[in-house]
């Protein structure tokens, strides 16, 4: 059974970095690209970023948002991906899923991580 | 930066039709995929690439894509697919998020 589970939120500070990952189990991880969507209290879905596989380089982009802030890694000996983040904004605070793409985008998401940027 | 548009709000009777929309300028060359999102849960695919149900997914979703509209059908919608529905796609850039539509059935 496919699991993707989300770890390492928290409240920090304006200008504060924290990273989040994402533990994968029930198929293959080294085959699937990750992306990262965020969804901030009452708000809308919004994409953050993705790394692909191996073949593909682990080629990584991010939105305008995050860019030049926010970097996505993975770790296919762990089967992990990571989000760190820094230079976090209030506007940052949100709840953080990871999600795979394997054949179909998103088949399978995590059950979100909350990250509360404050002072 | 590419936008996905979709109404904010559909409301329908329990056994009607419910379509909601998506429009983007690359819909003509990009697939669509649609997710449901119901309160404090993460987000489900309800139909990729255009117009594929997942498995485990009710014959009553659908979808569809005409120009540079994407349409989600739900066929006598239920009292249960009340939720916040979400179509994605993806740019150059890499990808977006419509803005959300809230189904209500009742």
């Known amino acids: 059974e496919v699991h993707l589970v989300e770890s390492g939120g928290g409240l920090v500070q304006p200008g504060g970095s924290l990273k989040l990952s994402c533990a994968a189990s029930g198929f293959t991880f080294s085959d699937s690209a990750f992306h990262w969507v965020r969804q901030a209290a009452g708000k809308g879905l919004e994409w953050v970023g993705r790394?692909?596989?191996?073949?593909?380089?682990?080629?990584?982009t991010y939105a305008a948002s995050v860019k030049g802030r926010f970097t996505i890694s993975r770790d296919d000996s762990r089967n992990t991906a990571y989000l760190q983040m820094n230079t976090l904004k209030t506007e940052d605070t949100a709840v953080y899923y990871c999600t795979r793409v394997l054949v179909t985008p998103f088949d399978f998401w995590g059950q979100g991580t909350l990250v509360t940027v404050s002072s | 930066s590419y936008e996905l548009t979709q109404p904010p709000s559909v409301s329908v009777s329990p056994g009607q039709t419910a379509r909601i929309t998506c429009s983007g300028d690359?819909?003509?060359?990009?697939?669509a995929y649609w997710y449901q999102q119901k309160s404090g849960q993460a987000p489900v695919l309800v139909i990729y690439?255009?117009?594929n149900r997942p498995s485990g997914i009710p014959e009553r979703f659908s979808g569809s894509s005409s120009g540079t509209m994407a349409t989600l059908t739900i066929s006598g919608a239920q009292v249960e697919d009340e939720a916040d529905y979400y179509c994605y796609s993806t740019d150059t850039s890499g990808g977006v998020f419509g803005g959300g539509t809230k189904l209500t059935v009742l």
């Open positions: 790394i692909r596989s191996k073949p593909s380089n682990y080629a990584t």
């Open positions: 690359a819909m003509p060359k990009k697939y």
């Open positions: 690439e255009d117009r």
